[in-house]
């Protein structure tokens, strides 16, 4: 089994800024992509980054030049910097990742979310 474990989330106001982290553990072989999804009250569950064992990074259009994604591939950890942040940025943010076991079966898996709230 692999679990993710998310820290960093918390109360902010507009303009300010927060790190998001979140480490994966147990059976893990190799970690494809990690990334982060948000969802606000009322609204469907959303990307928000995501970065792939390769390095390649893929953002929503509306974190794009405020939010950054980076991983420690040696801890399987990954992280979300937020900067510049919004009201609209309120959300519960979740980790992801998706790999292969060392059974070369392959897993995805969530994180349990943490609250991220910016206050106007």
């Known amino acids: 089994q692999v679990q993710l474990v998310e820290s960093g989330g918390g109360l902010v106001q507009a303009g300010g800024s927060l790190r998001l982290s979140c480490a994966a553990s147990?059976?893990?072989?190799?970690?494809?992509?990690m990334g982060w999804y948000r969802q606000a009250p009322g609204k469907q569950r959303e990307l928000v980054a995501v970065i792939t064992l390769g390095g390649s990074k893929n953002y929503a259009n509306s974190v794009k030049d405020r939010f950054t994604i980076s991983r420690d591939k040696f801890k399987n950890t990954v992280y979300l910097q937020m900067n510049s942040l919004k009201p609209e940025d309120t959300a519960v943010y979740y980790c992801?990742?998706?790999?292969?076991?060392?059974?070369?079966?392959?897993?995805?898996?969530w994180g349990q979310g943490t609250l991220v709230t910016v206050s106007s």
């Open positions: 147990g059976s893990i072989l190799s970690i494809n992509a």
């Open positions: 992801n990742a998706a790999g292969v076991g060392p059974t070369y079966r392959d897993f995805e898996v």
